[in-house]
């Protein structure tokens, strides 16, 4: 799966049609059988289509796709806003076709012409990819009329009025109920504030080049199976629990001892060979009796501890989950930047770190931290839109050399290369306390058996969402709670092996 910018999809098409070869009518062609493909399986009921067509190629492929849908004996009304521009030439001909078989175009040059009537089912192909500024006009209001029927609204590559790869500071934007991405995901896709716009999002395939050269340095790489499963290590028949890794946590306080104990079940589940947890004397007996698999390192006071983390050597450490806010931590912190092992900050950590910034620049280059947006919030400073605080977290990733994973329904890892990754598995189900938890357990065992950060990161996101969907798939995504997740992670490796 590809993620692709407005530019380097016209360029794609542009190579496509040099060194296929192929004429662009011909590939418009095949972009509107592949809609029609899906529609005919969305919709196998001769429901009525109205299609709205814009004056560019995004409305040529709505004209395409009308004639097809015709053909098949589905009842389509066909409408072409005009506009001040000459429409495309492939647009142009597209029309003619239409016209050819006996179809019906309705212009539409002012308000007057607007439909007082709409079928159940509404394309959207006004506008796609190459659009660049809002709308505004006689394009609004056709806009503002589709948004306000109760009908089924399918979007052709993009809805129309949403920018491509940038916020969109427009109030006139498509909110359709699913969107067909030709070939590739659109950044637009991946941000929780175009929830609304997108709808359910549906890559379809129409067959453009694979030897683009476009494709081999992109800004987004897609974290899926097919990217995980050569990183996999492997398990060897003399491994035993000191060749798998030990892991320590940092994690849980009076109060928020179901922190700890979350992370620790995913460290184990992630496959470490073992697990060392901090703790005092009094929460001691309560994490022993839920965790009978880990070691304990317990301690009351701060000399202790730093002690401890002097002496013991770690493969690994993550530290933050129910840490609570004590003054002490601060000292801790600084310790555990001071050994020279993969760190994992999480919640209370990064909340102490934000607290006090000298801090930050005191992190160990590769370190992984993994704050939800208003963590990423207090310690970087606020983003105006969803597309600023990704230009940030790279930004950041790339000046203090860290491994940053924003979490969120698309969780995006940041490196210190500025590379951004995308996970692909997930449900909203998995936005429940506790969550986050697990997720830095998992990251931690794997840095504990020796992946590296990058690879650690990618792969404990991976694991932790298609934990979640699997859960989801045998009780649905209603009744999911973090402590379901480490009992999953065992299928989620089988998934990836698979």
Same mark, same amino acid.
Not at 222 to 248: E, N, S, V
Not at 283 to 295: D, K, M
Not at 404 to 426: E, Q
């Given at each position: 799966?590809?993620?692709?910018?407005?530019?380097?999809?016209?360029?794609?098409?542009?190579?496509?049609?040099?060194?296929?070869?192929?004429?662009?009518?011909?590939?418009?062609?095949?972009?509107?059988?592949?809609?029609?493909?899906?529609?005919?399986?969305?919709?196998?009921?001769?429901?009525?289509?109205?299609?709205?067509?814009?004056?560019?190629?995004?409305?040529?492929?709505?004209?395409?796709?009308?004639?097809?849908?015709?053909?098949?004996?589905?009842?389509?009304?066909?409408?072409?806003?005009?506009?001040?521009?000459?429409?495309?030439?492939?647009?142009?001909?597209?029309?003619?076709?239409?016209?050819?078989?006996?179809?019906?175009?309705?212009?539409?040059?002012?308000?007057? *012409? %607007?439909?007082?009537?709409? +079928? !159940?089912?509404?394309?959207?192909?006004?506008?796609?990819? /190459? #659009? =660049?500024?809002?709308?505004?006009?006689?394009?609004?209001?056709?806009? *503002? %009329?589709?948004?306000?029927? +109760? !009908?089924?609204?399918?979007?052709?590559?993009?809805?129309? /009025? #949403? =920018?491509?790869?940038?916020?969109?500071?427009?109030?006139?934007?498509?909110?359709?109920?699913?969107?067909?991405?030709?070939?590739?995901?659109?950044?637009?896709?991946?941000?929780?504030?175009?929830?609304?716009?997108?709808?359910?999002?549906?890559?379809?395939?129409?067959?453009?080049?694979?030897?683009?050269?476009?494709?081999?340095?992109?800004?987004?790489?897609?974290?899926?199976?097919?990217?995980?499963?050569?990183?996999?290590?492997?398990?060897?028949?003399?491994?035993?629990?000191?060749?798998?890794?030990?892991?320590?946590?940092?994690?849980?306080?009076?109060?928020?001892?179901?922190?700890?104990?979350?992370?620790?079940?995913?460290?184990?589940?992630?496959?470490?060979?073992?697990?060392?947890?901090?703790?005092?004397?009094?929460?001691?007996?309560?994490?022993?009796?839920?965790?009978?698999?880990?070691?304990?390192?317990?301690?009351?006071?701060?000399?202790?501890?730093?002690?401890?983390?002097?002496?013991?050597?770690?493969?690994?450490?993550?530290?933050?989950?129910?840490?609570?806010?004590?003054?002490?931590?601060?000292?801790?912190?600084?310790?555990?930047?001071?050994?020279?092992?993969?760190?994992?900050?999480?919640?209370?950590?990064?909340?102490?770190?934000?607290?006090?910034?000298?801090?930050?620049?005191?992190?160990?280059?590769?370190?992984?931290?993994?704050?939800?947006?208003?963590?990423?919030?207090?310690?970087?400073?606020?983003?105006?839109?969803?597309?600023?605080?990704?230009?940030?977290?790279?930004?950041?990733?790339?000046?203090?050399?860290?491994?940053?994973?924003?979490?969120?329904?698309?969780?995006?890892?940041?490196?210190?290369?500025?590379?951004?990754?995308?996970?692909?598995?997930?449900?909203?189900?998995?936005?429940?306390?506790?969550?986050?938890?697990?997720?830095?357990?998992?990251?931690?065992?794997?840095?504990?058996?020796?992946?590296?950060?990058?690879?650690?990161?990618?792969?404990?996101?991976?694991?932790?969402?298609?934990?979640?969907?699997?859960?989801?798939?045998?009780?649905?995504?209603?009744?999911?709670?973090?402590?379901?997740?480490?009992?999953?992670?065992?299928?989620?490796?089988?998934?990836?092996?698979?």
């Amino acid at each position: 799966m590809h993620i692709c910018n407005s530019s380097t999809i016209r360029e794609w098409d542009l190579y496509t049609i040099a060194h296929e070869p192929i004429r662009s009518i011909d590939l418009m062609e095949r972009a509107a059988n592949s809609c029609a493909d899906w529609i005919y399986q969305k919709f196998p009921d001769p429901i009525p289509f109205t299609i709205f067509c814009g004056p560019g190629n995004n409305g040529g492929d709505g004209l395409a796709l009308a004639r097809i849908l015709s053909q098949s004996g589905r009842i389509v009304d066909i409408y072409l806003l005009d506009g001040p521009s000459t429409p495309s030439p492939d647009n142009l001909l597209n029309q003619g076709r239409c016209k050819s078989m006996g179809k019906s175009i309705h212009h539409i040059t002012s308000e007057t *012409d %607007l439909p007082t009537q709409l +079928n !159940s089912c509404i394309i959207d192909a006004l506008f796609g990819t /190459g #659009l =660049s500024r809002p709308l505004d006009g006689l394009a609004a209001k056709l806009v *503002d %009329l589709i948004n306000l029927t +109760n !009908s089924v609204v399918v979007s052709i590559d993009i809805p129309s /009025g #949403l =920018s491509t790869d940038r916020h969109t500071d427009s109030r006139s934007i498509i909110s359709a109920d699913h969107t067909l991405s030709f070939q590739c995901l659109k950044p637009a896709f991946l941000v929780a504030e175009n929830e609304r716009y997108t709808g359910n999002v549906q890559v379809l395939d129409i067959g453009l080049s694979p030897s683009f050269p476009g494709l081999k340095s992109p800004e987004f790489h897609w974290t899926d199976k097919a990217a995980l499963l050569p990183k996999l290590r492997i398990r060897h028949a003399f491994d035993h629990k000191g060749t798998r890794g030990h892991a320590a946590l940092l994690a849980g306080s009076w109060g928020m001892l179901g922190a700890a104990i979350l992370a620790a079940r995913a460290c184990l589940r992630s496959g470490c060979g073992k697990l060392t947890c901090f703790t005092d004397s009094e929460s001691y007996p309560i994490l022993q009796s839920n965790i009978p698999e880990a070691i304990f390192s317990i301690h009351d006071d701060l000399e202790s501890t730093l002690e401890d983390l002097d002496h013991h050597a770690y493969d690994a450490l993550g530290a933050g989950p129910g840490w609570g806010k004590k003054i002490e931590h601060s000292s801790v912190l600084k310790k555990i930047f001071s050994l020279d092992i993969p760190l994992v900050l999480d919640a209370d950590a990064l909340n102490f770190i934000a607290g006090d910034p000298s801090l930050l620049n005191l992190i160990p280059a590769g370190t992984v931290i993994t704050p939800h947006p208003l963590e990423f919030e207090r310690l970087f400073g606020k983003a105006s839109d969803d597309f600023e605080r990704i230009r940030m977290a790279r930004h950041t990733a790339i000046e203090l050399q860290l491994n940053i994973l924003l979490k969120g329904h698309r969780s995006c890892l940041f490196t210190p290369k500025g590379t951004i990754h995308v996970n692909s598995s997930g449900n909203p189900g998995m936005a429940t306390a506790g969550s986050g938890d697990v997720l830095t357990g998992i990251i931690t065992g794997l840095l504990a058996q020796g992946y590296p950060p990058e690879d650690a990161t990618m792969l404990g996101a991976w694991l932790h969402g298609c934990a979640g969907d699997l859960y989801a798939r045998d009780h649905g995504e209603d009744s999911l709670i973090a402590g379901d997740l480490p009992s999953y992670l065992g299928q989620a490796f089988l998934e990836l092996h698979g």
